[in-house]
Nanobody, 126 residues
Framework: VQLQASGGGLVQAGGSLRLSCAAS????????MGWFRQAPGKEREFVAA????????YYADSVKNRFTASRDNAKTAVYLQMNSLKPEDTAVYYC????????????????????WGRGTQVTVSS
């Protein structure tokens, strides 16, 4: 499985960006796609995730009601719409793929994801 993330950039606080992540190669109906981010000097942290089959979404408290994860079945792609961006959202954003089911409580754990895309930089200026 290969993942390609795109859509990062520089935006002012309060602005919006939309990240995309396309998966190619062998995929499975029950997979989970996650979004993580890592700011300089900080650990990688969970942002959002979506279960492919059911479309259930999960969010970190810090982005709830601002970010929205969605999927495009035909393109095997997922998106992260980021609104009301804050300077603290500045980080490298990664998409990650797990090819099978997992309990919801484990979805924020980066160790459960098998494949990772290259990150895309998101910078929010104040």
């Amino acid at each position: 499985v290969q993942l390609q993330a795109s859509g990062g950039g520089l935006v002012q606080a309060g602005g919006s960006l939309r990240l995309s992540c396309a998966a190619s190669g062998r995929t499975f109906n029950n997979y989970v796609m996650g979004w993580f981010r890592q700011a300089p000097g900080k650990e990688r942290e969970f942002v959002a995730a979506i279960r492919w089959r059911a479309g259930y979404t999960y969010y970190a408290d810090s982005v709830k009601n601002r970010f929205t994860a969605s999927r495009d079945n035909a393109k095997t792609a997922v998106y992260l719409q980021m609104n009301s961006l804050k300077p603290e959202d500045t980080a490298v954003y990664y998409c990650a793929f797990r090819p099978n089911m997992i309990v919801a409580s484990s979805i924020p754990d980066p160790d459960v994801y098998n494949y990772w895309g290259r990150g895309t930089q998101v910078t929010v200026s104040s």
